[in-house]
Nanobody, 117 residues
Framework: VQLQASGGGLVQPGGSLTISCAAS????????MGWYRQAPGKQRELVAL???????KSVDSVKGRFTISRDNAKNTVYLQMNSLKPEDTAVYYC????????????WGQGTQVTVSS
């Protein structure tokens, strides 16, 4: 599976941004898709996951602000981010797993999201 993320950039605090990630290759093996992030000097952390049928999980710090969605016809996962905060600044990585809610089997190259005035 190959993953190509796009849509990162610079946004002001309180702003919104949507990032996306298209999967190609052995896409029939994909069950869960998700987003992780890594801020400077910090460990990589889970942001949100979505199952093949649309069930979702997310970390408490983004609940009510971030929405993960998925278009199975396009093999694409999205992360809509609202009310962005400086602490959301990180490289965001998309992932796929063969099993429901399992640790990622594949990682995308990452897209930088910077929240700053």
């Amino acid at each position: 599976v190959q993953l190509q993320a796009s849509g990162g950039g610079l946004v002001q605090p309180g702003g919104s941004l949507t990032i996306s990630c298209a999967a190609s290759g052995s896409i029939s093996s994909i069950n869960t898709m998700g987003w992780y992030r890594q801020a400077p000097g910090k460990q990589r952390e889970l942001v949100a996951l979505i199952s093949r049928v649309g069930a979702t999980k997310s970390v408490d710090s983004v609940k009510g602000r971030f929405t993960i969605s998925r278009d199975n016809a396009k093999n694409t996962v999205y992360l809509q981010m609202n009310s962005l905060k400086p602490e959301d600044t990180a490289v965001y990585y998309c992932t796929t797993s063969r099993s429901l809610w399992a640790s990622p089997d594949y990682w995308g190259q990452g897209t930088q999201v910077t929240v700053s005035s």
